[in-house]
C-alpha cells in the first residue's frame, strides 16, 4: 500500500477545501485500485461534493443550522460552539474511498474531494492518502 500525510491549512472560520487536486497527483501513474483519504481528527470530515457552485456554501449553511456554535454541547472546552466540531464526523465522515481507474480518479462530472472543517480551534490538518493497488 502506498501512502502519504497532506498537510492542510484551513484557518480560523468553518471551510470546505478542495483536496482532488493533491488525491489526484498522489495515484497519477498509479493503475487501477482504491484511493482511500481518511483525516485523523476528532473534528474534521471528508465529503464528495460539487465545489465552486455554491455546494459548498450550501453544505456550511446546512451544518450551521444542525451544529449552530453556541453554548448548547456537553463538550464545552476551547471556543464558544466547540462541541459541535465533535459532532462533525457523525454528519460527514473522516474517511471516503475512491475509485481509481488508469491512474486517475473515478469521479462523476462534478464531483470533488473536499475537507470539511469546522473548528476554528484548529487551523492546521492533516489527510491521509492511501492507495491500494488492485
Known sequence: MKSTLLSVTTGR?????????????????????LLHV????????????????GSDDDLLAALAD????????RHAHGSRGHGRSHVLPGLVPPYASVPVLGGRLALGTWQSVALVDINVDNPERNVRLSFLPA
Do not use: Y
Open 13 to 33: 472560520r468553518d471551510t470546505v477545501h478542495d483536496i482532488t487536486g493533491e488525491c489526484a497527483e498522489f495515484v497519477s501513474g498509479e493503475g487501477d485500485g
Open 38 to 53: 481518511f483525516v485523523p481528527h476528532a473534528t474534521a470530515g471528508i465529503a464528495i461534493i460539487e465545489l465552486g457552485a
Open 66 to 73: 444542525l451544529l449552530p456554535s453556541d453554548d448548547r454541547w
